[in-house]
Structures are given as C-alpha cells and as structure tokens.
C-alpha cells in the first residue's frame, strides 16, 4: 500500500502564491511518474502538471508560465509552487503517484485532495 498526504493548500488573494506538497510513503520501489490534478465545481477533473522519468516535466497550458512542479526523490515528495493565482485556479487540488512495489507489481495511487481558493 502506498499512503499520499498532501499540504500548503488554503486561501489566498487573486496574485498569490502557494505551494503543495505531497508526501508519499509506503512500501515503494519505485516511482515512474509524480502529478498534480484539480478539479473544480460542476467540472471534469485535469491535469495540472507531471514530472516523470528523467526529471521531464509537462503543464497544461493553463498554468505555463505560473507554476512548477518539481520533487525531492530522496524524500519521495512532490512539488507544486502555484505564482499568480487567479480566480479560475480554485479548486480541489490531488496528488497521483504511479510507480512499483516490486519488480512486477504497479500502483496508481491518490491523495484525498485539499482545496486551493483563490478570493479577495
């Protein structure tokens, strides 16, 4: 079993910054990839940003420019620093983590989400 828990999220004004954390513990080999999803009221969930083999990172369009993904792989801990803020980044933010047990056995595991509000 692989445990995620996540943190950094709350309220900040539109122009903010934040960053989550999400440390993942457990018993794990290996992780392939690490990645940051949201999902907003009466919306479908997205992707924000992953970072997998080899350091190789990708954004959705929406936050280019904003925010950075990155992690500690000593600490099996992953990153996200959220610049300028703005109202449309409200929303439930989760950790995913792929990876293995072992040699032959994968797991695809979720945080329970914590919210990020974006108000004045």
């Known amino acids: 079993q692989v445990q995620l828990v996540e943190s950094g999220g709350g309220l900040v004004q539109p122009g903010g910054s934040l960053r989550l954390s999400c440390a993942a513990s457990g018993s794990i080999f290996s992780i392939t990839a690490m990645g940051w999803y949201r999902q907003a009221p009466g919306k479908q969930r997205e992707l924000v940003a992953v970072i997998a083999t080899g350091g190789r990172t990708n954004y959705a369009d929406s936050v280019k420019g904003r925010f950075t993904v990155s992690r500690d792989n000593a600490k099996n801990t992953l990153y996200l620093q959220m610049n300028s803020l703005d109202r449309e980044d409200t929303a439930v933010y989760s950790c995913?983590?792929?990876?293995?047990?072992?040699?032959?056995?994968?797991?695809?595991?979720w945080g329970q989400g914590i919210q990020v509000t974006i108000s004045s």
């Open positions: 995913n983590v792929k990876g293995h047990f072992d040699s032959y056995s994968i797991f695809d595991s």
